[in-house]
Protein backbone atom coordinates (compact mmCIF):
# COMPACT_ATOMS: atom_id res chain seq x y z
CA UNK A 1 0.00 0.00 0.00
CA UNK A 2 1.47 3.23 -1.20
CA UNK A 3 0.71 6.51 0.70
CA UNK A 4 2.05 9.36 0.22
CA UNK A 5 5.60 9.56 -1.88
CA UNK A 6 8.62 10.39 0.86
CA UNK A 7 9.42 13.84 0.07
CA UNK A 8 13.12 14.80 -0.89
CA UNK A 9 13.30 11.06 -1.26
CA UNK A 10 16.35 9.99 -2.86
CA UNK A 11 14.99 6.62 -2.89
CA UNK A 12 11.37 6.84 -3.94
CA UNK A 13 10.03 3.53 -5.46
CA UNK A 14 10.13 -0.08 -3.92
CA UNK A 15 12.28 -2.76 -4.96
CA UNK A 16 11.68 -4.54 -8.42
CA UNK A 17 11.13 -8.05 -9.11
CA UNK A 18 14.65 -7.99 -10.54
CA UNK A 19 16.31 -5.98 -7.57
CA UNK A 20 15.02 -8.95 -5.61
CA UNK A 21 16.68 -11.26 -7.92
CA UNK A 22 19.93 -9.80 -7.43
CA UNK A 23 19.42 -9.81 -4.22
CA UNK A 24 18.49 -13.01 -3.63
CA UNK A 25 21.34 -13.79 -6.34
CA UNK A 26 23.86 -11.96 -4.18
CA UNK A 27 22.68 -13.75 -1.28
CA UNK A 28 23.72 -17.36 -2.48
CA UNK A 29 27.22 -16.25 -3.21
CA UNK A 30 27.26 -16.62 1.02
CA UNK A 31 25.57 -20.28 0.78
CA UNK A 32 28.47 -22.09 -1.39
CA UNK A 33 29.91 -24.60 0.97
CA UNK A 34 32.55 -22.35 3.17
CA UNK A 35 31.40 -19.32 2.22
CA UNK A 36 32.17 -16.61 4.83
CA UNK A 37 29.74 -13.76 5.52
CA UNK A 38 29.65 -10.55 7.29
CA UNK A 39 26.84 -8.68 8.50
CA UNK A 40 26.67 -5.13 9.27
CA UNK A 41 24.09 -2.73 11.19
CA UNK A 42 24.62 1.13 11.63
CA UNK A 43 26.80 2.44 14.46
CA UNK A 44 24.84 3.26 17.67
CA UNK A 45 22.38 0.25 16.41
CA UNK A 46 18.54 0.56 17.57
CA UNK A 47 16.15 -2.31 17.47
CA UNK A 48 15.78 -2.35 13.94
CA UNK A 49 19.27 -2.67 13.20
CA UNK A 50 19.97 -4.69 15.10
CA UNK A 51 16.83 -7.36 14.70
CA UNK A 52 16.76 -7.38 11.49
CA UNK A 53 20.71 -8.01 11.23
CA UNK A 54 20.47 -11.06 14.14
CA UNK A 55 17.10 -11.96 12.64
CA UNK A 56 18.25 -12.22 9.08
CA UNK A 57 21.47 -14.53 10.73
CA UNK A 58 19.71 -16.86 12.28
CA UNK A 59 17.69 -17.53 8.65
CA UNK A 60 21.34 -17.78 6.97
CA UNK A 61 22.30 -19.98 9.67
CA UNK A 62 18.86 -22.31 8.80
CA UNK A 63 20.32 -22.49 5.15
CA UNK A 64 23.62 -23.88 6.16
CA UNK A 65 26.19 -20.88 6.98
CA UNK A 66 28.33 -21.64 9.31
CA UNK A 67 30.94 -18.83 8.96
CA UNK A 68 28.91 -16.09 10.19
CA UNK A 69 29.48 -13.15 11.59
CA UNK A 70 27.64 -10.27 12.66
CA UNK A 71 29.12 -6.92 14.14
CA UNK A 72 28.73 -2.88 13.90
CA UNK A 73 30.84 0.29 14.17
CA UNK A 74 32.03 0.92 17.59
CA UNK A 75 32.36 -0.49 21.01
CA UNK A 76 30.20 -3.51 21.14
CA UNK A 77 27.87 -3.06 23.71
CA UNK A 78 23.78 -3.92 23.26
CA UNK A 79 22.08 -2.12 25.80
CA UNK A 80 20.21 -4.30 28.44
CA UNK A 81 16.40 -4.29 26.90
CA UNK A 82 18.12 -4.90 22.99
CA UNK A 83 18.92 -7.88 24.53
CA UNK A 84 18.24 -10.58 21.99
CA UNK A 85 18.39 -14.08 20.67
CA UNK A 86 21.53 -14.71 18.59
CA UNK A 87 23.79 -12.40 20.12
CA UNK A 88 26.44 -14.36 20.44
CA UNK A 89 27.26 -13.96 16.16
CA UNK A 90 28.05 -10.70 17.37
CA UNK A 91 32.07 -9.73 17.12
CA UNK A 92 33.81 -6.77 17.57
CA UNK A 93 34.21 -4.31 14.32
CA UNK A 94 38.50 -5.17 14.36
CA UNK A 95 37.66 -8.73 13.95
CA UNK A 96 35.04 -8.57 11.15
CA UNK A 97 36.36 -10.79 8.33
CA UNK A 98 38.31 -7.85 6.03
CA UNK A 99 37.54 -9.57 2.70
CA UNK A 100 34.12 -12.02 2.92
CA UNK A 101 32.40 -13.62 0.59
CA UNK A 102 29.35 -11.95 1.39
CA UNK A 103 28.64 -8.69 2.69
CA UNK A 104 25.28 -7.58 3.82
CA UNK A 105 24.27 -4.44 5.54
CA UNK A 106 21.08 -3.73 8.02
CA UNK A 107 19.62 -0.16 8.53
CA UNK A 108 22.06 1.80 7.03
CA UNK A 109 20.93 4.92 5.14
CA UNK A 110 24.85 6.21 4.09
CA UNK A 111 28.11 4.52 4.01
CA UNK A 112 29.22 7.24 7.08
CA UNK A 113 26.32 4.82 9.10
CA UNK A 114 29.13 1.95 8.74
CA UNK A 115 31.98 3.40 10.46
CA UNK A 116 35.39 1.79 9.47
CA UNK A 117 33.47 -1.45 8.36
CA UNK A 118 32.51 0.31 4.91
CA UNK A 119 35.97 -0.60 3.06
CA UNK A 120 33.87 -4.35 2.69
CA UNK A 121 31.66 -2.75 0.20
CA UNK A 122 34.96 -3.29 -1.74
CA UNK A 123 36.84 -6.23 -0.72
CA UNK A 124 33.39 -8.46 -0.21
CA UNK A 125 32.98 -10.59 -3.51
CA UNK A 126 29.44 -9.49 -3.13
CA UNK A 127 26.98 -7.62 -1.15
CA UNK A 128 23.37 -6.25 -0.72
CA UNK A 129 22.57 -3.41 1.20
CA UNK A 130 18.97 -3.85 2.92
CA UNK A 131 17.38 -0.33 4.26
CA UNK A 132 13.79 1.07 4.54
CA UNK A 133 15.46 4.99 4.92
CA UNK A 134 14.35 7.25 2.16
CA UNK A 135 17.34 9.12 2.57
CA UNK A 136 19.64 6.28 1.14
CA UNK A 137 22.07 7.63 -0.72
CA UNK A 138 22.28 4.30 -3.62
CA UNK A 139 25.49 2.75 -2.29
CA UNK A 140 26.59 -0.40 -2.12
CA UNK A 141 26.60 -3.14 -5.62
CA UNK A 142 22.80 -4.43 -4.90
CA UNK A 143 20.67 -2.19 -3.18
CA UNK A 144 17.33 -3.27 -1.59
CA UNK A 145 15.85 0.02 -0.50
CA UNK A 146 12.13 0.14 0.06
CA UNK A 147 11.38 3.45 1.41
CA UNK A 148 7.80 2.56 1.99
CA UNK A 149 8.93 -0.11 4.77
CA UNK A 150 8.18 0.34 7.88
CA UNK A 151 11.24 -1.02 9.17
CA UNK A 152 13.94 -2.71 7.59
CA UNK A 153 13.09 -5.89 9.29
CA UNK A 154 9.66 -6.05 6.73
CA UNK A 155 12.44 -5.82 3.81
CA UNK A 156 14.71 -8.85 5.48
CA UNK A 157 11.75 -10.53 6.40
CA UNK A 158 10.85 -11.01 2.60
CA UNK A 159 14.26 -11.48 1.24
CA UNK A 160 14.38 -14.39 3.92
CA UNK A 161 11.04 -15.69 2.42
CA UNK A 162 12.12 -15.67 -0.74
CA UNK A 163 15.19 -17.81 -0.01
CA UNK A 164 12.98 -20.35 1.66
CA UNK A 165 13.91 -19.76 5.09
CA UNK A 166 11.02 -20.84 7.72
CA UNK A 167 10.34 -18.26 10.37
CA UNK A 168 11.00 -20.52 13.55
CA UNK A 169 11.10 -18.59 17.21
CA UNK A 170 14.23 -17.13 17.34
CA UNK A 171 14.43 -15.49 13.93
CA UNK A 172 11.14 -13.95 14.74
CA UNK A 173 12.02 -12.81 18.19
CA UNK A 174 14.88 -10.39 16.40
CA UNK A 175 12.56 -9.58 13.62
CA UNK A 176 9.25 -8.28 15.91
CA UNK A 177 11.87 -6.20 18.15
CA UNK A 178 12.93 -4.87 15.06
CA UNK A 179 9.72 -3.99 13.21
CA UNK A 180 7.54 -2.74 16.90
CA UNK A 181 10.86 -0.17 17.82
CA UNK A 182 10.83 1.12 14.11
CA UNK A 183 6.91 1.26 14.09
CA UNK A 184 6.17 2.45 17.89
CA UNK A 185 4.43 -0.39 18.34
CA UNK A 186 2.65 -0.27 15.42
CA UNK A 187 0.96 3.45 15.73
CA UNK A 188 3.23 5.08 13.23
CA UNK A 189 2.12 6.06 9.32
CA UNK A 190 3.80 3.33 7.93
CA UNK A 191 2.10 0.36 9.67
CA UNK A 192 -0.05 -1.25 7.10
CA UNK A 193 -1.68 -3.93 6.90
CA UNK A 194 1.40 -5.63 5.47
CA UNK A 195 2.97 -4.90 8.54
CA UNK A 196 0.54 -6.66 10.64
CA UNK A 197 0.29 -9.90 8.54
CA UNK A 198 4.51 -10.22 8.84
CA UNK A 199 3.33 -9.02 12.71
CA UNK A 200 0.93 -12.19 13.19
CA UNK A 201 3.18 -14.57 11.27
CA UNK A 202 6.03 -13.60 14.01
CA UNK A 203 4.07 -13.72 17.02
CA UNK A 204 2.67 -17.21 15.45
CA UNK A 205 5.85 -18.79 15.93
CA UNK A 206 5.05 -18.74 19.82
CA UNK A 207 7.06 -15.19 20.93
CA UNK A 208 6.14 -13.18 23.92
CA UNK A 209 4.96 -10.19 22.92
CA UNK A 210 3.71 -9.19 26.23
CA UNK A 211 7.32 -9.66 28.22
CA UNK A 212 9.38 -8.58 24.69
CA UNK A 213 7.14 -5.11 24.83
CA UNK A 214 8.03 -4.77 28.71
CA UNK A 215 11.49 -5.16 28.56
CA UNK A 216 11.85 -3.18 25.55
CA UNK A 217 9.59 0.33 26.51
CA UNK A 218 8.26 -0.33 29.67
CA UNK A 219 11.47 -0.84 31.73
CA UNK A 220 13.28 2.41 32.93
CA UNK A 221 15.94 2.80 35.57
CA UNK A 222 14.10 5.09 38.48
CA UNK A 223 17.42 7.55 37.32
CA UNK A 224 16.49 7.68 34.27
CA UNK A 225 12.44 8.27 35.01
CA UNK A 226 14.12 11.37 37.01
CA UNK A 227 16.30 12.28 34.08
CA UNK A 228 13.20 12.60 31.55
CA UNK A 229 11.68 15.06 34.59
CA UNK A 230 14.80 17.36 34.77
CA UNK A 231 14.94 17.78 30.60
CA UNK A 232 11.68 18.01 30.19
CA UNK A 233 11.33 20.04 32.95
CA UNK A 234 13.39 22.85 30.97
CA UNK A 235 11.50 22.05 27.61
CA UNK A 236 10.79 24.85 25.62
CA UNK A 237 7.28 25.46 23.43
CA UNK A 238 7.90 28.11 20.76
CA UNK A 239 4.16 28.06 18.91
CA UNK A 240 5.53 30.30 15.85
CA UNK A 241 8.03 27.99 14.74
CA UNK A 242 7.85 25.19 11.86
CA UNK A 243 5.33 28.16 10.17
CA UNK A 244 2.87 28.63 13.30
CA UNK A 245 2.70 24.44 13.71
CA UNK A 246 4.84 25.12 16.20
CA UNK A 247 8.46 23.53 17.73
CA UNK A 248 9.43 21.98 20.77
CA UNK A 249 13.01 21.90 21.96
CA UNK A 250 14.69 20.04 24.61
CA UNK A 251 18.17 19.17 25.48
CA UNK A 252 19.73 16.47 27.67
CA UNK A 253 23.43 17.66 28.65
CA UNK A 254 26.15 15.12 29.86
CA UNK A 255 25.41 16.58 33.33
CA UNK A 256 22.26 15.72 33.24
CA UNK A 257 23.36 11.65 32.31
CA UNK A 258 26.29 11.91 35.42
CA UNK A 259 23.84 13.44 37.90
CA UNK A 260 21.45 10.61 37.60
CA UNK A 261 24.15 8.05 36.55
CA UNK A 262 22.77 7.14 33.59
CA UNK A 263 24.05 5.52 31.08
CA UNK A 264 23.14 7.53 27.23
CA UNK A 265 21.13 5.11 25.50
CA UNK A 266 18.32 5.62 28.52
CA UNK A 267 17.95 8.40 26.59
CA UNK A 268 16.76 6.81 22.98
CA UNK A 269 13.06 6.54 24.55
CA UNK A 270 13.05 10.17 25.68
CA UNK A 271 11.80 11.89 22.33
CA UNK A 272 8.75 9.78 22.73
CA UNK A 273 7.56 12.17 25.39
CA UNK A 274 9.00 15.29 23.94
CA UNK A 275 7.02 14.17 20.53
CA UNK A 276 3.59 13.75 22.36
CA UNK A 277 3.85 17.79 22.46
CA UNK A 278 0.01 18.99 21.36
CA UNK A 279 0.80 22.60 20.26
CA UNK A 280 3.92 21.68 18.21
CA UNK A 281 4.29 19.63 15.05
CA UNK A 282 8.34 19.23 15.19
CA UNK A 283 9.81 17.76 18.17
CA UNK A 284 13.69 18.27 18.46
CA UNK A 285 15.72 16.34 21.07
CA UNK A 286 19.83 17.18 21.47
CA UNK A 287 21.09 14.43 23.79
CA UNK A 288 25.19 15.58 24.21
CA UNK A 289 27.73 12.77 23.32
CA UNK A 290 30.94 15.16 23.88
CA UNK A 291 31.39 19.56 24.93
CA UNK A 292 30.51 20.22 21.26
CA UNK A 293 28.55 16.95 19.86
CA UNK A 294 24.87 16.22 19.73
CA UNK A 295 23.41 13.23 18.48
CA UNK A 296 20.05 15.02 17.28
CA UNK A 297 16.57 13.65 17.22
CA UNK A 298 13.66 15.12 15.25
CA UNK A 299 9.93 14.29 14.95
CA UNK A 300 7.38 15.54 12.63
CA UNK A 301 3.68 14.93 12.64
CA UNK A 302 3.56 15.87 8.82
CA UNK A 303 3.88 19.54 8.51
CA UNK A 304 7.34 19.54 8.29
CA UNK A 305 9.99 16.77 6.30
CA UNK A 306 12.31 16.63 9.12
CA UNK A 307 14.75 14.46 7.12
CA UNK A 308 15.47 17.41 4.28
CA UNK A 309 16.52 19.22 7.49
CA UNK A 310 18.70 15.81 9.23
CA UNK A 311 19.99 15.47 4.94
CA UNK A 312 20.98 18.80 5.02
CA UNK A 313 22.68 18.88 8.65
CA UNK A 314 24.85 15.29 7.62
CA UNK A 315 22.38 12.92 8.74
CA UNK A 316 19.77 11.50 7.60
CA UNK A 317 16.23 9.21 8.19
CA UNK A 318 12.54 9.66 6.89
CA UNK A 319 9.86 12.38 6.45
CA UNK A 320 8.59 11.99 10.13
CA UNK A 321 11.60 11.04 11.86
CA UNK A 322 15.07 11.74 11.73
CA UNK A 323 18.57 12.48 12.89
CA UNK A 324 21.95 14.02 12.88
CA UNK A 325 25.15 14.80 14.89
CA UNK A 326 25.67 18.42 15.57
CA UNK A 327 28.22 20.31 16.49
CA UNK A 328 29.07 23.24 19.03
CA UNK A 329 27.35 24.54 21.91
CA UNK A 330 23.36 23.38 21.57
CA UNK A 331 22.53 27.14 21.12
CA UNK A 332 24.37 26.86 17.90
CA UNK A 333 22.60 23.39 16.59
CA UNK A 334 18.95 24.59 17.44
CA UNK A 335 19.58 27.48 14.85
CA UNK A 336 20.58 25.64 12.31
CA UNK A 337 17.48 23.61 13.05
CA UNK A 338 15.37 26.81 13.04
CA UNK A 339 17.08 27.57 9.82
CA UNK A 340 16.69 24.87 8.25
CA UNK A 341 12.74 24.40 9.19
CA UNK A 342 12.19 28.43 8.25
CA UNK A 343 13.11 27.14 4.96
CA UNK A 344 10.39 24.62 4.74
CA UNK A 345 7.70 27.61 4.96
P1 LIG B 1 16.49 8.61 16.21
O1 LIG B 1 16.06 10.01 16.40
O2 LIG B 1 15.49 7.64 16.76
O3 LIG B 1 17.88 8.35 16.66
O4 LIG B 1 16.53 8.36 14.65
C1 LIG B 1 15.44 8.63 13.82
C2 LIG B 1 15.78 8.26 12.41
O5 LIG B 1 16.85 9.09 11.94
C3 LIG B 1 16.27 6.83 12.24
O6 LIG B 1 15.75 6.36 11.03
C4 LIG B 1 17.77 6.96 12.16
O7 LIG B 1 18.31 5.97 11.36
C5 LIG B 1 17.95 8.33 11.53
N1 LIG B 1 19.15 8.96 12.09
C6 LIG B 1 19.33 9.38 13.36
N2 LIG B 1 20.55 9.91 13.53
C7 LIG B 1 21.17 9.84 12.33
C8 LIG B 1 22.46 10.23 11.85
O8 LIG B 1 23.32 10.77 12.58
N3 LIG B 1 22.73 9.96 10.53
C9 LIG B 1 21.81 9.37 9.72
N4 LIG B 1 22.17 9.14 8.45
N5 LIG B 1 20.60 9.02 10.14
C10 LIG B 1 20.27 9.24 11.41
MN1 LIG C 1 15.00 1.28 10.71
Known amino acids: MIATEPAGAAVSRRPSEQDWDAAVAAVRTGLRPGA ?24 LRQLGVESLQCTFPGPLTVPAPLHMPAMDLLVPESEADPAPDLLVTFDAASEGRLGSLVDRLETAEASVVLDHHASNTGFGKVSLVDPYAAATSVVAAELLRRLGVTLDRGIAECLYIALVTDTGSFKFD ?10 A ?35 ELDPAAAGGRGLVIAVATLDDLAKHEQPPYVLEALI ?62 ISAVRERLAEQD
Open 36 to 59: RVLLVCHVNPDGDALGSMLGFAQG
Open 190 to 199: LTTPEVHELA
Open 201 to 235: RLVATGIGVGEISRRIFDNRPFGAIRLFGEVLGRA
Open 272 to 333: DSVRCTAEADVALLLKQVAPAEWAVSMRSKGGADVSLIAVALGGGGHRLAAGFTGRGTAAEV
